[in-house]
């Protein structure tokens, strides 16, 4: 199911968790963050509405994150990571590195019409597969003989 995302637009200055609000939908089953998004109060008001709470786990002042909170922020990371290829498509393949201050709405145009190109140049894969030109991948393999077993079974492609 296709869910429609949001994009928010704020000053520089002002901090994630202020704009935490203005993202949450009744729909949401989970969220992911940053540690800048953490917060007690909405990780237990989360946990209340049935809504799985994966942000990044922040160290309490003069003490280390526990080997249990460092193990789920890796966990919660490699899934956010997925999501944050589409920052990367923008600034890296669009060059949309520095934002030039012409107003927040003149710059949340352009926020939303690039999130909407990078979202289309990260399906190109998909639509080539569609057109009958799958992209040439290598297969993925947990190890080495999985790998080796693959490459056995078409050895044309070696």
């Not at 800048?36 to 990044?56: A, F, H, M, N, P």
């Not at 003490?63 to 990367?88: C, D, W, Y």
């Not at 979202?119 to 790998?147: F, H, S, V, W």
Request: positive net charge; proline residues 4%; contains cysteine.
């Amino acid at each position: 199911m296709l869910s429609k995302s949001q994009i928010e637009i704020a000053a520089a200055n002002e901090a994630d968790i202020n704009i935490l609000r203005k993202l949450l939908r009744a729909e949401d089953e989970v969220i992911f963050g940053d540690a800048g998004y953490s917060s007690d109060e909405y990780k237990w008001g989360s946990r209340q509405l049935g809504i799985r709470w994966c942000v990044q786990d922040k160290r309490k002042p003069g003490q280390n994150l526990p080997g249990s909170q460092k193990k789920r922020n890796r966990k919660h990371s490699t899934i956010r990571a997925r999501m944050e290829h589409v920052f990367r498509v923008i600034k890296r393949q669009f060059g949309f590195i520095r934002t030039r201050y012409r107003g927040l709405m003149k710059n949340a145009v352009q926020v939303n019409m690039l999130m909407g190109l990078a979202n289309l140049y990260l399906l190109r894969a998909i639509a080539d597969g569609l057109r009958g030109n799958p992209l040439k991948m290598p297969p993925k393999a947990d190890d080495e003989l999985q790998t080796e077993e693959i490459w056995q079974q078409n050895p044309a492609e070696k």
